[in-house]
């Protein structure tokens, strides 16, 4: 049988030595995929504390499903939409504890990923201009891109880990794409208008 | 336009991957190897939740009883 796009020879062996409960196969899917899953979840949150958390949270339950993944399983798929799960419970915490702040304080804080105003960031080059702007969009239009941008996912591997058909998918890919072209060159503006910083740091 | 060639998504796919720091690395790896090597049922942990249930109603009517049967003295 052909394996499903993504996962490739290695990860159908990380798969098999998983669901034999074989420490040295979660030892390899940790490796391979450490930081892939860490990046998605550090650019989806805004904040590392965050991440931190929730990035253990997907590989342990990664371990405590190894005996019973299914054979054919797409382990990337799979670790991206427990990490995606997970963050949106997390967001969903964290919306209800903002909104509790908000009826009982005057001070609410800012949501993640814009802790900080854009004239903190020194806008250094391209990819700290991505990466605001990054943090500037809605999460369901931060999250498609970092998939099939950031992480080079196929759009139906992508559309699976989101929970959408690929229609609805190129949709949403379209409108951030769109969304974030309109955000970098205000983004430019800004640095252009606050120093001299942007080409000095490329 | 095939979003491969699209420049944007090219850029965002040059963006540096992030690593957690040693300790955030070193806890996930030795709580998921833990988890693999020592998994806890979930059949045990339902177990443990019930029990803990019947004991909290048990000891919360207990001291009821205490109080009402005090309260006749």
Known sequence: MEPPAGPGQADAEIV???RAGEARALTRAYGR???RVYSFLLRLCGRAADADDLF?????????????????????AWLFTVARN???????TALWRRLRLALFSSEVPAPAGHETPHEATAFLGTAQRLERALGELPPPQREVLLLVGVEGMEQAAAA????LTEAA???RLSRARAR???????LVMRAGEEGKGDRDGT | MEPERDPLLAALGALPRRSPDDTVDQATRRAAL??????????LLVRVAISSALTLVTLLYLQWAVLAASSLY
């Open chain 1, 86 to 92: 997970r963050y949106l419970s997390h967001r969903r």
């Open chain 1, 180 to 186: 974030l072209r309109t955000l970098i060159p205000e």
């Open chain 1, 56 to 76: 253990q949270e997907t590989f342990v339950q990664l371990a405590r499903h190894a005996r019973r993944l299914h054979p054919e399983t797409d382990l990337r």
């Open chain 1, 160 to 163: 699976r880990v989101l929970g």
């Open chain 2, 34 to 43: 833990a988890e693999l090597e020592h998994p806890v049922p979930e059949s």
């Open chain 1, 16 to 18: 098999a030595g998983l």
């Open chain 1, 169 to 171: 998918l190129r949709q």
């Open chain 1, 33 to 35: 995929y450490r930081e």
